[in-house]
């Protein structure tokens, strides 16, 4: 078992607060999901070489965590932005709006094509099936505060209000 004390040194540098987490859950092997939903905590994301770390440390094959990592989709295998953007798509968001929200939050973004997350790593933008808020239609949840009723210009409003407190 690896713990802090018993890693090889740079190797504890790399990974000290992935063992702090694992020594959080006695290194036990069932405790797998909350494990991980601490990692990406620390990290927002599950970087490869962590997953690999973690499997070792608990002396489970890799392909189990990674199984684990990519079952779930709360899991995310990519880094992510500081404010994780959730435009809802479902049917009484896209009724009233949701397409032309999430247009708007490409553009006022500036997200390259392809891509999800800014540059500068402050925004992810996500597109959900259901947020259920559907009494609040359309609803953006930016990391874990819901906005109501949005449209496009209330939302590119919130993204320049967080771009400003960044600033600062």
Do not use: W
Not at 90 to 99: E, I, Q, R, Y
Not at 112 to 126: A, I, N, S, Y
């Amino acid at each position: 078992m690896l713990t802090v004390e018993t890693a090889v040194p740079e190797t504890a540098r790399q990974f000290t607060s992935v063992l702090r987490i694992l020594e959080s859950f006695d290194h036990d092997s069932s405790k797998l999901v909350p494990i991980l939903q601490a990692v990406q905590e620390e990290y927002r994301y599950l970087p490869e070489e962590v997953m690999t770390f973690v499997a070792t440390a608990l002396d489970i094959p890799p392909a189990r965590v990674y199984g684990v990592a990519t079952f779930y989709s709360h899991f995310a295998l990519e880094p992510k932005g500081k404010y994780v953007v959730r435009i809802c798509d479902g049917t009484a968001c896209h009724v009233k709006g949701s397409p032309d929200i999430a247009d708007a939050l490409v553009e006022s973004l500036k997200l390259p094509k392809g891509r999800t997350t800014t540059p500068d790593m402050l925004f992810t933008l996500e597109t959900v099936s259901c947020l259920g808020a559907c009494g609040l239609a359309p609803a953006v949840v930016i990391n874990d505060e819901v906005h109501g009723q949005m449209d496009a210009a209330r939302t590119r409003a919130l993204i320049d209000q967080i771009r400003a407190e960044e600033a600062q």
